[in-house]
């Protein structure tokens, strides 16, 4: 019996699984592709590389920050989880779209696990709204399978534009040109220490952090200037093919060649990657754990890429609520990103920040309609807006939906880009996100 407790015992308190024993200092890259609609999707493995050392993180390998709307896990023949992650996708957002409704499509996706030293079995799953499982997919990784491609650097250059520690110990982004020309090089690693010292950088929580990032920009020269634009019917040739009009959206900028901008990246070590698009008009986008855009040249380009980066590196949902897609969250589910809550479970989200005595939901401060508090919002009484930015409660609209969906403060950067900083929320989130990745 003692035996039994002793071994009980250390199994709870064990550290999970170790890094050296059970991985090479590699990155194994997995493309997927997902299809189907707004009903039904299909998961398929389409190749499968060694790339460079591996740069994630290199402890709680069983334990995902977030739920996210898929998740990667690599098994051990006895059933143990040897590392596992999380991440959302374009097609996971386009399956809420009407254009899902009535015509199937299939989307890529690039997933980076650490490399097995020994075979193991790979799944990936893929959730809805409620959280279920609606695909998944597994399948055998030998790491001594041949078909395994060997990718070689790249003949893209390289420039470090922040080294704060090792690739094993600090946050890796890179950042990639798109829509570059070969005699733009300069202008891109300009353009992209710009965005990050003088936006991300500028930015609370990652002003005081920044000694656990290191950031690499990677120069892919693009045969035309500036991405694809459909609305005009101009369609360029670029490193990333990027385009607007994502979801016939005309400001939402994306890539569909999620391979192709993993190939430009080759064997440089990375955990988030940021296209860097050049052009002048505004846009963007963010996908958790998979890729942001941000653009160079308008006037909001820094301010609306500290936004999307916030989706896609600590998975913060939009604090917005235009009602343009068919609802994001359901009643009976917690989302998973960690500042909007439909109240199912909200003692998991912001209930310990919360003042004593505060009503939810809260009701607003005012009547003004949000338009009309993000155009006069230069000429708002600094004490409302102190009290519209700062005080916590739980304010209906959100995660895009009117209803039903509650946010932590009536203005925040993930609510609008007049908003000067991100919400008490976002940056315990953000906060959290660095933490885990460097603890
Ligand atoms: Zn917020």
Redesign the pocket.
Known sequence: MMLFTILLTSLLLAPGPSFEENFEDATLRLDYTMCGDASHTDIYLADMQKTGPWAGRRSKLDQPLLRGDCQIALKADDGTVLYANSFSTLFREWQQTAEAKDRPRAYENCIQVPFPKKPVTAELTVTDIHGKVTASLRHRVDPEDILIRKAKPGLNHVRTILESASAANAIDLVVLSEGYTATQEDKFFADASRLVKDSLFATAPYTALKDKFNIRAVFAPSQDEGPSIPHEGKWNTTAANSHYDTFYSERYLTSSSMRKIYDQLGTVPFEHVIVLVNTPIYGGGGIFNSVTLATCDHPSSGIVFVHEFGHAFAG?AD?YAYDEFEPMYSPDTEPWEP?ITTLKDFGSKWADMLPGGTPVPTPPSHDMPYFEVRRNWDNLDAALKKELTGKLGVFEGAGNSSKGVY???QE????MNECES??P??QRAIARTIDYYTR
């Open positions: 913060l604090e500042n946010r932590p403060v925040c950067r993930m609510r991100f919400c929320v976002c």
